[in-house]
């Protein structure tokens, strides 16, 4: 008989910057393995320890405990040079080398997966381009699905590595030649830089599938760190301003190779009101200086990019779906501070189109930038939270905010965020 299971996926309920970084870190203290499963460098969670301000775009955000383990699954795109970068910062700082395990089977982004990126974006232009981060993931997992691709186990095999990349890259040298008017890309100036990352990846490499099931067997808390957000999700996202992995909670186990049974909890992150990074349907996004108060008090410039969020409001029949998606058990709500001093929080309850009102999330793209949504107005707070420890502290407004939004998404807020250090946060039994 094994032990009883610990795995708790965590993902992002909206379209991504939830602050899922900050709980996984926050939650860190009690975790044996944090996964990494989905996504690549796309991502960036933040972590604030002490004023010590850490971002991670590719390796998990439990880097920081010492000791503990950190896989990147197979079903993340690994972009080597950001790999060697974080790790190179976090080594500096004295981090433990043994501590991180990377799936043989993940693939690797290559440079020309981020040239094909932006000349893609640049191709599509204005009115059509999805804003992506520029990180060569659209590319890298359409070769992944074209089994065009190569994996981290092929970098580390140099006679492979040199047989795949020479049919590999006469297929993309034929893109970028013909299709964009680009010079084509010499062998060897992809081989020798791909060859040298297979050997600085090698040390890390496991068979990361059978760790964790070992992991989950014995009974050790696992947690798995979802990128973006299920309205990012190439299938159920706002297609085709998505991204290209399965962002949902169904992505962590193609991603890791555990399966759906060996799940405990999930947790899904709601920030407490609403953005977005790039193009794309956003119902709730508002164009008036309360945007701009909410991007201003929140902090919302991107972690990866840098570029200004979109900023709006908290939009319960697109989190409904979202918690649907995911079989969300527990919310962890975050930034519930930013709120703070903003008069009456509006709430989206529903949408309206051509004098028809209906209360569930569009399925198709063009009615999601057709709709208008339909607000309820809460009475908002002014005292500030962000020392508040506990539920009874925060003000009768926020805690009925708090109450309304576990009402209207039947699921219990386990977790509150009033600022972004990982102390400024509420327990309420996560
Ligand atoms: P992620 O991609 O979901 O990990 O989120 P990001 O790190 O991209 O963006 C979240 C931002 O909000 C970061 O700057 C965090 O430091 C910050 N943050 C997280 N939780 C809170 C919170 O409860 N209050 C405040 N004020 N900031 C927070
Ligand atoms: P975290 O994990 C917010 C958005 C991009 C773009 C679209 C496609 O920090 O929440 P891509 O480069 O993935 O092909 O871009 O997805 N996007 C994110 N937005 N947070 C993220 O990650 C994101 N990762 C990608 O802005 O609209
Ligand atoms: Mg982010």
């Known amino acids: 008989m094994s032990a009883k299971k610990n795995v708790d996926l965590l993902v992002g309920a909206q379209w991504g910057d939830e602050g899922k970084g900050k709980v996984v870190d926050m939650l860190g203290s009690d975790v044996d393995v944090f996964v990494r499963f989905q996504g690549g460098a796309n991502a960036g969670h933040t972590v604030i320890t002490d004023g010590q301000k850490t971002v991670f775009h590719l390796l998990p955000s439990g880097m920081l405990y010492p000791g503990k383990l950190c896989v990147l699954g197979n079903g993340l795109v690994l972009d080597p040079e950001q790999f060697l970068a974080e790790t190179g910062e976090l080594f500096a700082k004295g981090q433990d080398r043994a501590r991180l395990a990377v799936s043989p089977h993940a693939h690797v982004v290559m440079p020309y997966h981020k040239m ?16 992506t981060t520029g990180r060569g993931i659209g590319p890298c997992y359409v070769d992944k699905y074209s089994r065009s691709g190569l994996r981290v186990e092929d970098l580390i095999d140099a006679d492979i590595l040199r047989e795949r990349l020479t049919y590999i890259l006469d297929e993309k040298n034929q893109i970028i030649t013909r299709l964009y008017n680009q010079k084509p890309l010499a062998f060897d100036e992809i081989y020798e830089p791909a060859r040298k990352w297979g050997e600085a990846l090698a040390p890390y490499v496991d068979d990361t599938r059978a760790l964790l099931r070992r992991a989950a067997d014995e009974g050790k808390h696992i947690l798995l760190e ?8 190439i299938d159920h996202g706002t297609y085709p301003y ?3 992995s399965s962002t949902s909670a169904a992505g962590a186990f193609t991603g890791t190779g555990l399966a759906p049974n060996d799940l405990t909890r999930v947790i899904a992150v709601v920030k407490a009101y609403t ?14 200086e309360m945007g701009e108060k909410l991007r201003a008090n929140g902090g919302e ?3 990866t990019t840098g570029r200004p969020r979109r900023c709006g409001w908290l939009d319960v029949p697109a989190l409904r779906y979202s918690m649907e998606l995911n079989g969300a058990n527990v ?6 501070d930013v709120l703070t001093g903003m008069g009456g ?17 569009p399925t198709d793209t063009r009615t999601l930038s057709e709709i208008q949504p339909v607000y309820e ?6 005292d500030d939270i962000t020392n508040c420890k506990s539920f009874d502290e925060l003000p009768a407004n926020a805690q009925a905010y708090v109450k309304y939004i576990e009402s209207a998404l039947n699921v219990p807020v386990a977790l509150i965020g009033v600022g972004a250090d990982r102390n400024q946060t509420i327990n309420r039994g996560m």
């Open 116 to 131: 094909l990126d932006k000349l893609q974006e640049e191709a599509r232009g204005k009115g059509r381009k999805i804003g």
């Open 226 to 233: 979802g990128a973006q957000a299920a309205l990012l999700d």
């Open 242 to 244: 998505v991204t290209s």
């Open 275 to 288: 953005t977005r990074v790039g193009e794309g349907p956003f119902p709730t996004e508002d164009f008036t």
């Open 301 to 303: 410039f991107g972690a």
């Open 331 to 336: 919310i962890a709500l975050t930034k519930l």
């Open 345 to 361: 929080i509006k709430v989206c309850t529903a949408y309206e189109k051509d004098g028809t009102r209906f209360t569930s999330w």
């Open 377 to 382: 107005t809460l009475p908002g707070w002014d």
